[in-house]
């Protein structure tokens, strides 16, 4: 019971202070390596609740597919003007109404999870959260969303070319 | 595993996670911080629905996680393509600089 508490603790600390990270970290690249540490945080916080498949997916698709992309724009699209020393948008009054305004949200949020009763956790089936039994649910039970899910990703990937591609064009009228 | 730790830790984590993210988006004026503050987001969303998947032993939100990183990644693919064009076209990618659709 003690152990559990210690990893909560650690990866939930990991990951909630490299998300402020993302946030306050001036550099854009380095927030990006703060989000990535975020993201190992999360999945072992899956490993905990028995979610082995979707920790491992997110380190593959987020910390790995994802972070790597942004990377790769980051470096595309950096600039080394003085319009990027500024990093808070807007003036410096309007910080402390947006930080008002979320943590309202939050204590909100957490006014509601207080009042509400949690009784103990279902009694888990063979293999809860392993490929098998996910895989199971999602093929059988929930098909058609996958193959929608596939043809989301198919319409991502080509809208993703062509908008890359039509700015090129823009850029050079009459090349080919 | 996780039987010490009550279901409300992790939403309270999730909550602080989600405002931290909505911060970001407020804030920054880097519009591909803005994205990864989204990520950050979606994520905390996910950790509240494998939560009370846990909770309820129920597989439904493990499907539903699939689905957002799924969306996550089309978006952000899409996204980031987008940024790349107004890039090229406008030399800058800060919030406050194009604001050419302000009306």
């Known amino acids: 019971m003690q152990a559990d508490w210690l990893l909560f603790g650690l990866f939930g600390g990991v990951s909630l202070l490299s998300a402020i990270g993302v946030v306050t970290i001036q550099n854009a690249v380095k927030c990006a390596m703060s989000l990535i540490v975020c993201f190992f945080g999360l999945a072992a916080l899956f490993v905990l609740q028995s979610a082995e498949l979707l920790a491992v997916l ?13 990377v790769f724009v980051i470096m595309l699209v950096e600039n080394k003007d003085e319009e990027s020393a500024r990093t808070v948008l807007g003036s410096k009054w309007t910080l402390p109404v947006k930080l008002a305004g979320v943590g309202l949200v939050a204590f909100a949020l957490g006014r509601a999870v207080r009042g509400a009763q949690f009784g103990e956790r279902a009694a ?18 929930h098909l058609l969303h996958f193959e929608l899910t596939s043809l989301l990703l198919l319409i991502g990937i080509v809208g993703a070319v062509i908008v890359a591609r039509r700015g090129r064009r823009q850029e050079e009228p009459e090349g080919s | 595993m996780s039987g010490g730790v009550p279901v ?6 999730s909550i602080a996670l989600f405002s931290i993210g909505a911060f970001g988006v407020l804030v920054r004026r880097n519009a591909i911080v803005v994205f990864m503050c989204i990520e950050l ?9 494998v939560t ?34 107004v890039f090229r076209e406008r030399r800058s990618i800060y919030v406050d600089v194009l604001r050419d659709m302000r009306g």
């Open chain 2, 52 to 85: 009370f998947a846990r909770y309820h032993g129920d597989l439904l939100g493990h499907v539903l996680v699939l689905l957002v990183m799924a969306v996550a990644a089309a978006e952000v693919a899409v996204g980031l393509a987008i940024m790349i064009v």
């Open chain 1, 58 to 70: 997110e380190v593959l698709v987020y910390a790995g597919a994802v972070m790597v992309l942004f």
């Open chain 1, 124 to 141: 888990l089936p063979e293999g809860f959260g392993g490929v098998a039994s996910v895989g199971r649910t999602f093929l059988r039970d």
């Open chain 2, 41 to 49: 987001m979606l994520n905390s969303v996910n950790l509240s629905l």
């Open chain 2, 8 to 13: 409300q830790a992790y939403i309270y984590l």
